[in-house]
């Protein structure tokens, strides 16, 4: 069973660069057609993909965001890891991380398994 | 950039079916996935590749994808099953989620 659980400082302040890790579980992040995701939802609102790493290590960034983002494989630990450079309140939310599979260069999306989620507020 | 819409909300009577839709462009020639989102806890995968239940998920969850319109089916709705419905797809290299439809099962 396969399992992921995000961790990181629940409160940054503005302008300064988030940094959330999700271990897994269960399985190696190096192996398989699998999509490492980062997902974000402000409270009470929708889903919002923020980028995801293959298992090769190529990468993917939502458009709105992809100035500011950078996320990475760590094969040894096997984690994977997000960062947000230059956060406003905006960025307030609950970040998720999750599996999701597909082929190199397509995605089937299909986040079959979610970490349970860590909230980071944004704020002075 | 490509967009997926549902509507905000939909409700059903108990035993009823409901129908939740995602439009979006050409959305028929790609996969969608569904996720059930209950408050406070993670989403969970209901629906991938347009049609496929993953295990665990009764057999009153069915999906349907053609055209510019993908549709979730809850047949015999139960009360549990009240929660937020997510539609997502993957376009351009992006993974996009519809915003959100709220099942209220009255």
Known sequence: ?124 | SYELTQPPSVSVSPGQTASITCSGDKLGDKYACWYQQKPGQSPVLVIYQDSRRPSGIPERFSGSNSGNTATLTISGTQATDEADYYCQAWDSSTEVFGGGTKLTVL
Do not use: M
């Open chain 1, 1 to 124: 069973q396969v399992q992921l659980q995000e961790s990181g400082p629940g409160l940054v302040k503005p302008s300064q660069t988030l940094s959330l890790t999700c271990t897994v579980s269960g399985g190696s992040i190096s192996s398989g057609n699998y999509y490492w995701s980062w997902i974000r939802q402000p409270a009470g609102k929708g889903l919002e993909w923020v980028g995801h790493i293959y298992t090769s290590g190529s990468t993917n960034y939502n458009p709105s965001l992809k100035s500011r983002v950078t996320i990475s494989l760590d094969t040894s630990k096997n984690q994977f890891s997000l960062k947000l450079s230059s956060v406003t309140a905006a960025d307030t939310a609950v970040y998720y991380c999750a599996r999701g599979s597909g082929l190199r260069g397509y995605s089937y999306g299909q986040f079959d398994y979610w970490g349970q989620g860590t909230l980071v507020t944004v704020s002075s």
